[in-house]
């Protein structure tokens, strides 16, 4: 497993914008399949994006397409969320999770065994 630390949360208005970080331990960092989740109070956690490795194609929930962009610096071991025009329903408790690259997209929580500690995303209206 590799060890994920998550950063960038906090308490903004909707409209406003958040970057959201995660760093990765692991020095085979090209070898991770790296997604971001999120959890709303009394929800199933859910898949909000991912970039493959290599040629970085990006996938997003279609409730944040068009508004977040996923990124990865392969040089800093980081992956990035940046998020604009925020909602009060983006409400949740992001994560970062990452599992070993089998050329699949998982969009399933359960198929990740590694998770960071998750960090609070809170838009006011």
């Known amino acids: 497993q590799v060890q994920l630390v998550e950063s960038g949360g906090g308490l903004v208005q909707a409209g406003g914008s958040l970057r959201l970080s995660c760093a990765a331990s692991?020095?085979?960092?090209?070898?991770?399949?790296m997604v971001w989740f999120r959890q709303a109070p009394g929800k199933e956690r859910e898949f909000v994006a991912t970039v493959t490795l290599g040629v970085p194609n990006t996938y997003y929930s279609d409730s944040v397409k068009g508004r977040f962009t996923i990124s990865r610096d392969s040089a800093k071991n980081t992956v990035y969320l940046q998020m604009d025009s925020l909602k009060p329903e983006d409400t949740a408790v992001y994560y970062c999770?990452?599992?070993?690259?089998?050329?699949?997209?998982?969009?399933?929580?359960?198929?990740?065994?590694?998770w960071g500690q998750g960090t609070q995303v809170t838009v006011s209206s």
């Open positions: 999770a990452a599992r070993l690259y089998a050329g699949t997209i998982e969009r399933a929580a359960e198929e990740y065994n590694s």
């Open positions: 692991e020095h085979t960092f090209n070898n991770y399949l």
